[in-house]
């Protein structure tokens, strides 16, 4: 049997027991250099989920799991009672760091609710059982998110034509998730079975995750990336150089619409225009069927800043305004398959959505 495929780096990661920290690549610093950043209280996560240190919606949703058994440990309550306050506070505060990724959410909830669990379960448990529990499920996290990447990569490389041409944005990779990542897990998977395929990267303005971490993280798999700037993709399909579109989600709502990274919408459109299949990978956590549609799902705002300057440096007059919306909406019309560990999803997405979930 061939060895599973394993990332070159890890993205996030526990140090240590039950008093250790939380790792996270510092992805502020890519590609220029690799380095990890220690966070070791909520704030410190909090700040690395805010200020994009740790992003992507699987590994923020994994880094939020291991800050609520940091705030347990930072609170040092004294009884069951005082533990379960300090995760509900610790999960308030965790849960404003981002807004749009769901899997912060559903990982904050999931603990809570491990904890309850377990305390009404074991009634006679105290502050250390509990914390050593509430660390073995953020662990459990990490491994489902490990295992559910292989698993849409193993689902979704079918759909990668050899010798055809990719288009990604953004990150929805391994540096997005404790895996091998989501869209591009797929991409490993294919390129791991032989097939040949280039793989054209959008910058991803205003942060650059597709110039700074997809093509870093692209090369460290042993891909050749070639990238392309936002405004090229049209050129790109007219020249009949993109085969599919393959990208990533922050939230899928209950009719498939699914919010992504800011551009993700334009490139629906276009690929509808040239007949070419849009698809979206995304772990099952990224479903949110709380919601009917896209219109309901929260779309961060990020400062105006990062649209008016680079790396600091102004690049706009000063008396230009700057409108920074970090995600955007595509409908689920324009969506030709969604891949997940459980399968691929076609169109009615609805009704596949409640299918694979469970849900009819
Ligand atoms: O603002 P970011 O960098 O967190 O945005 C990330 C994305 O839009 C990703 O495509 C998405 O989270 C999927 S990650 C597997």
């Known amino acids: 049997m061939t060895e599973p495929l394993q990332p070159p780096f890890h993205t996030i990661q526990w140090d240590g027991g039950l008093d250790g920290t939380l790792l996270v690549l510092d992805q502020r610093k890519l590609p220029a250099e690799v380095r990890f950043l220690p966070c070791r209280t909520v704030e410190d996560i909090m700040e690395a989920i805010r200020t994009l240190a740790v992003r992507g919606a699987p590994a923020i949703g994994i880094a939020a799991a291991f800050g609520l058994c940091i705030g347990l440990s930072q609170a040092k309550p004294d009884s069951i009672s005082r533990a379960l306050t300090a995760i509900e506070d610790a999960a308030a505060r965790l849960a404003v760091s981002r807004p749009t990724a769901v899997n912060l959410f559903w990982a904050l909830e999931r603990m809570k609710k491990t904890a309850y669990c377990f305390v009404e379960q074991n009634p006679r448990a105290d502050v250390q059982d509990l914390r050593r529990h509430l660390l073995k499920q953020a662990h459990t996290i990490l491994q489902e998110d ?9 689902h979704g490389e079918s759909l990668i034509p050899d010798g ?9 990779g391994a540096l997005a998730t404790a895996g091998i990542g989501t869209a591009l897990g797929i991409l490993y998977t294919a390129h791991r079975y032989g097939k040949h395929f280039s793989v054209y990267v959008d910058e991803t303005r205003p942060l650059l995750q597709g110039a700074r971490l997809t093509a870093w993280e692209l090369s460290q798999f042993g891909i050749r990336p070639t990238l392309i700037c936002d405004n090229m993709a049209a050129s790109l399909m007219k020249a009949g150089k993109i085969s599919a579109v393959l ?8 009719n498939g619409d699914t919010a992504n990274k800011i551009g993700t919408l334009g490139l629906s459109i276009l690929a509808a225009h040239f007949q070419i299949p849009f698809y979206v990978a995304a772990p099952t956590s990224t479903f949110d069927l709380s919601i009917p549609s896209g219109q309901f799902i929260p779309i961060e705002h990020r400062s105006p800043d990062e649209v008016c300057s680079f790396r600091n440096l102004r690049i706009a ?15 689920a019309e324009r969506i030709s398959a969604v891949i997940t560990e459980k399968g691929i999803l076609r169109p009615p997405l609805e009704k596949a959505i409640r299918q694979i979930l469970g849900t009819k």
Do not use: K, M, S, W
Request: contains cysteine.
């Open 247 to 254: 990208v990533g989600a922050d939230r899928i709502a209950a």
């Open 164 to 172: 055809g041409g990719i288009l990604t944005h953004c990150n929805a």
């Open 317 to 331: 007059p000063p008396d230009a305004e700057g409108y920074n919306p970090a995600f955007d909406v595509t409908d």
């Open 146 to 154: 490990i295992d559910t990447c292989r698993a849409i990569g193993e």
